[in-house]
């Protein structure tokens, strides 16, 4: 089973050319970082970057990097830098597995724009990421500008602000708009 597991991590790591460490920079900037638990705008207890506490696997998780769930729950314990990118690293596979179920040509996407797509299903969810089907055919159908408009007039926009409007221009433009 964990052979299993490290080969197909490892057959992902060829196929994804998504600049990992750029992602954690953006991840970083969009969701904060914090080292200790906190509520999350939607009420969850959260710690790292955006690790929702309350998920059926938390335990587990925090137990792998080296943490004790009760502690962290009771604000006992801080994660350290290289304990908070590790609860990243483990849901970074799926993100990406549920960017490319998303989007058809997702592998064929820069680096850019692969990265606005996984900043969205990390953000939102793949459920509410699916809902935004005038972006993803606009993005499966590389008309990029198209893409961007969409997401801008969506009510996650209007939630998300500035994290919206610079992934709109990493869309719409192809470039960087952070210096990571």
């Known amino acids: 089973m964990i052979y299993s597991l490290i080969l197909v991590s490892l057959i992902l790591l060829i196929l994804i050319n998504m600049d990992r460490d750029k992602f954690w920079k953006q991840i970083k900037i969009h969701e904060g970082v914090r080292s200790k638990v906190y509520r999350d705008t ?3 207890r959260t710690i790292g970057v955006g690790f929702n ?19 962290v729950i009771r604000g006992e314990y801080e994660l350290s830098n290289d ?20 989007i058809s040509n997702y ?3 820069s680096d850019i724009r692969q990265r606005v797509v996984c900043d969205m299903v990390f953000n939102l969810g793949l459920t509410k990421f699916l809902k935004f089907k005038a972006t993803r055919n606009h993005i499966e ?13 969506s009510k996650w926009a209007n939630q998300v602000k ?19």
Not at 53 to 71: H, M
């Open 53 to 71: 506490l309350e998920r059926a696997d938390a335990e587990q998780v925090l137990r792998s990097v080296g943490a004790n769930y009760q502690d």
């Open 42 to 44: 939607t009420g969850h």
């Open 141 to 153: 159908h590389e008309r990029f500008g198209r893409a961007a408009d969409h997401m801008l007039e």
């Open 107 to 109: 592998d064929e996407l």
């Open 162 to 180: 500035g994290r919206a409007r610079m992934l709109a221009n990493m869309m719409r433009y192809n470039n960087d708009v952070y210096d990571l």
């Open 83 to 102: 304990q908070m990118r590790l609860l990243f690293e483990y849901d970074l596979a799926t993100i990406e597995d549920e960017a490319r179920r998303a």
